[in-house]
């Protein structure tokens, strides 16, 4: 199965700042790859799609870039309301597998 | 407006069963597939179960395969989850997640808000 380590696990910043989290995996997936965000008590949401694609209703303040096994979610200017865990996630095979998600901090 | 309800977790004990529900609406249910994903204390988020849209095509994980089954009635708009054979490790908050295309595509773009299992004795 298709290995993702995700880092950092908890990145704490202040509002404003531009954030970046990585999502490597462990062999090349192409640009197979979507981001979540999860917040406590609410349903996961799901942000980028094809590394890159930003999703329908989600703020330009998301990015994604990457392809075959180096891929990074960016936060441009930090909002509190950015404060929760994300996740990459694989769906070049059937294992569909995730990374070990980011918790963001706010300062 | 797309919506999905996850109903069915609870308590269970060690090597017991349970079957999770989740109702859909707001969209052509039979016209997508359907995940179950969970969020397991300390393990983060992990794939479970996919079925296709009219349900001929099913793929579970490796550690749920032989106890647990997906399975869909499109006249209600109801996705399920079979489980047994439950372990500690099957403890966790179980979603369901509507795929963007027919088939299984393995990534969602709408997710229910969860039902708790715990198994402990």
């Known amino acids: 199965d298709i290995q993702m380590t995700q880092s950092p696990s908890t990145l704490s910043a202040s509002v404003g700042d531009r954030v970046t989290i990585t999502c490597r995996a462990s062999q090349s997936i192409s640009d197979w790859l979507a981001w979540y965000q999860l917040k406590p008590g609410k349903a996961p949401k799901i942000l980028i799609s094809r590394a890159s694609h930003l999703e329908s209703g989600v703020s330009s303040r998301f990015s994604g870039s990457g392809s075959g096994t180096e891929f990074s979610l960016t936060i441009s200017s930090l909002q509190a309301d950015d404060l929760a865990t994300y996740y990459c996630q694989e769906y070049y095979d059937h294992s569909y597998t995730f990374g070990q998600g980011t918790k963001l901090e706010i300062k | 407006e797309v919506q999905l309800l996850e109903s069915g977790g609870n308590l269970v004990q060690p090597g017991g069963s349970l079957r999770l529900s989740c109702a859909a609406s707001g969209f052509a249910f039979s016209s997508h597939g359907m995940s179950w994903v969970r969020q397991s204390p300390g393990r983060g988020l992990e794939w479970v179960a996919a079925?296709?849209?009219?349900?001929?095509?099913?793929y579970y994980a490796d550690y749920v395969r032989g106890r647990f089954n997906i399975s869909r009635d499109n006249s209600k708009k109801i996705l399920f989850l079979q489980l047994s054979g439950l372990g500690v490790e099957d403890t966790g908050v179980y979603y369901c997640?509507?795929?963007?295309?027919?088939?299984?595509?393995?990534?969602?773009?709408?997710w229910g808000q969860g039902t708790l299992v715990t198994v402990s004795s």
């Open positions: 079925i296709s849209g009219r349900g001929g095509l099913t």
């Open positions: 997640a509507k795929d963007w295309d027919f088939d299984i595509s393995g990534y969602w773009e709408t």
